[in-house]
């Protein structure tokens, strides 16, 4: 299984059609990039006055009696007592503990809807795992499509199937390597998504650009989940990755909860601290008018001079206030002063470091140590 969404657009937006539109790529094949002007749109969507096309997120629903019962057994979420129009996150975990899906929950109260990157994998594990539960999975993603909205609201009883972004939140049962809540960046950011039959999806922007919205793209929508330090599973999670590393306990992992797949590393790894890797926003240099893509190395400065690497940018923005900046994945024991630079086409760009989840890896809530570590309990089993 992977959290890599697929690089070919399985819709192919009509918004796309757009005077100005520019498509986007990789993980948001199938939309809009942008639509001329992204700097006028990515201010219009911090400001609260832009609708962004999603529609090329996955959608897969669960129904049945079983359903949230079941989806809490099998995942890292608590979802026994889910009120019907309440958002929150789950990760499907490896038994080793390594991120393999993560879908966005809400439940209507007869219908659990999971938007995802990997709607057709998910779907698959999901079929798998149901054995003789009264549950039934479709992937939905031919008949619905995802709005995003700067809007910090749940659904209500009158509106569409909606979910409302839960970070940086800490959610009953989570925790956090990063600030509070109201001290994180991505305090500011409010985004939800909401879901629309896919052959309305034009009409729907329409009725929003009436009230006085702007159509934006991903570069607008991006920007401000990388300045929100906000991970995504398509971009910053791979093979190896690991909730810790991400800062995803505290929304997506329910640390008192039963026994599900991977939980005896997410116990170990919270319990003695230290996730290999560690999430940075890395402020880029732009003078040189060139910023490098995501995948490019990470060094670390070492007497004047490009070291070893250290790490690999995950996503790459340019933010309409505060410039260049990406989301990089760096290895635990990088001072989180040190100086970075970042491989570009040319050359290299000078990047400094904003610490999103410390080099300690210790939670606030970490139990206390009994005695001396014996050598190597702080490594992750696995990696």
């Known amino acids: 299984m992977t959290t890599t969404a697929p690089e070919t657009a399985r819709h192919a937006s009509p918004l796309l059609r757009r005077h100005g539109a520019v498509a986007g790529a990789g993980p948001d094949a199938g939309v809009a990039w942008h639509y001329g002007d992204p700097t006028a749109e990515q201010r219009a969507l911090a400001r609260g006055g832009a609708v962004v096309d999603q529609s090329h997120l996955g959608v897969v629903t669960v129904t049945g009696p079983d359903r949230l019962t079941w989806?809490?057994?099998?995942?890292?979420?608590?979802?026994?007592?889910?009120?019907?129009?309440t958002s929150t996150e789950l990760l499907v975990l490896s038994p080793q503990g390594h991120v393999e899906h993560v879908a966005g929950v809400v439940d209507d109260g007869v219908t659990t809807w999971l938007l995802t990157e990997t709607p057709v994998e998910l779907a698959a594990w999901l079929n798998r795992m149901k054995?003789?539960?009264?549950?039934?999975?479709?992937?939905?993603t031919d008949d619905w499509a995802a709005i995003g909205e700067p809007v910090d609201a749940e659904g209500t009883a009158d509106e569409p199937v909606t979910w409302r972004d839960p970070w940086p939140t800490v959610a009953p049962g989570g925790t956090r390597y990063g600030p509070a809540a109201d001290e994180h960046p991505g305090a500011d950011r409010d985004w939800r998504l909401v879901l629309v039959p896919r052959a309305d999806l034009a009409a729907e922007i329409a009725a929003r650009e009436a009230t006085g919205w702007r159509l934006a793209g991903t570069w607008a929508s991006e920007a401000l989940r990388v300045e929100a330090w906000r991970p995504r599973a398509s971009h910053e999670a791979?093979?190896?990755?690991?909730p810790h590393e991400l800062d995803w306990l505290r929304s997506a992992v329910h640390m008192n909860k039963g026994c599900y797949r991977g939980q005896e590393t997410v116990a170990r790894v919270h319990n003695l601290g230290r996730p290999p890797r560690r999430l940075v926003m890395l402020h880029l240099d732009g003078s040189g008018h060139l910023i490098p893509v995501a995948g490019a190395e990470v060094r670390e400065v070492v007497d004047g001079e490009p070291g070893r690497v250290v790490g690999h940018v995950t996503t790459v923005a340019?933010?309409?206030e505060i410039g260049p900046v990406a989301l990089a994945v760096v290895k635990r024991s990088v001072p989180e002063d040190a100086l970075l630079v970042v491989d570009g086409d040319?050359?290299?760009v000078a990047a400094s470091q904003e610490v999103v989840v410390p080099g300690e890896g210790v939670t606030g809530d970490r139990p206390a140590a009994r005695g001396p570590l014996t050598r190597g309990l702080g490594q992750h089993p696995m990696l």
């Open 71 to 85: 989806l809490h057994s099998i995942t890292s979420q608590d979802l026994t007592a889910l009120a019907p129009r």
């Open 318 to 320: 340019r933010h309409h």
């Open 131 to 140: 054995f003789m539960l009264r549950v039934e999975i479709v992937d939905a």
């Open 238 to 242: 791979d093979h190896r990755t690991i």
């Open 346 to 348: 040319a050359d290299v």
